[in-house]
């Protein structure tokens, strides 16, 4: 028993030593492998949560852990040591989008395998890496048609020449519509018209946009894209 402590406590106290130009090559290598993740990051993000800060972070994380890594070494001691100095760090940052959490595991590998000296591991690993997210950004992989809309106007009140025209055009372009809201004027001579819409496959919403706008006695004609289909 005693013998099997005394092996435990040798082997916790062997650390790998770093030479200058391999601590050097070890931290620039992070740093460029996480510039390319950040860059491949900026060219495949879609939606509205897109942030400079992160990016930078990503370069930062992918060279700190590589310097975590060889501080640690193969020192278990250390490693608990780093564990508890670094649980006093709190983050509260919400991730918008939760494709932003793959790329901070991706910098973490990163840096983890620079900072171990797996180079080939580390450029094979961002190499593929970085194809997979291109094929998934080129290929619009997981995406649905978007079809739901916010299709609002005013309208003259009372007139019902004006409704049935309007609704033809709808009924042709759209598979349903839903009033969502309706609000008369201050004079009470127009309605301002809300309805929810869901576009036919074959339809485009730039001809039913000029279809209704070319409706004699419609203004303020607007179309957006349902608060579902928008990546926040």
Not at 16 to 42: A, D, M, R, W
Request: with cysteine; net charge neutral; hydrophobic share 45%.
């Amino acid at each position: 028993m005693n013998n099997l402590i005394d092996n435990l406590s040798s082997a916790n106290q062997v650390t790998h030593i770093y030479f200058p130009t391999e601590i050097i090559l070890n931290l620039t290598l992070s740093f460029i492998l996480g510039i390319v993740v950040s860059v491949v990051y900026k060219k495949t993000h879609k939606g509205l949560s897109y942030s400079q800060s992160f990016m930078v972070t990503n370069i930062f994380v992918c060279v700190i852990v590589c310097m975590v890594i060889m501080i640690i070494g193969n020192s278990l001691a250390r490693a608990f040591a780093l564990v508890g100095a670094l649980s006093i760090i709190r983050f509260r940052t919400v991730v918008k989008d939760t494709k932003d959490t793959a790329y901070i595991f991706w910098s973490l590998a990163a840096g983890m395998a620079c900072g171990t000296g797996s180079y080939f591991l580390a450029l094979a690993g961002t190499i593929i890496l970085s194809g997979i997210a291109f094929i998934l950004y080129f290929t619009n992989f997981g995406s649905i048609i978007k079809s739901e809309f916010i299709l609002q106007f005013r309208t003259s009140s009372g007139d019902d020449k004006i409704t049935s025209e309007y609704n033809k055009i709808i009924s042709e372009y759209a598979k349903s519509s839903t009033l969502l809201h309706s609000e008369a004027s201050g004079d009470g001579k127009t309605i301002k018209i809300s309805l929810d819409i869901v576009m036919k496959e074959d339809k485009k919403q730039d001809e039913l946009i000029s279809k209704i706008s070319n409706v004699n006695g419609l203004s303020e004609v607007v179309l957006v894209a349902a608060k579902s289909d928008v990546d926040y």
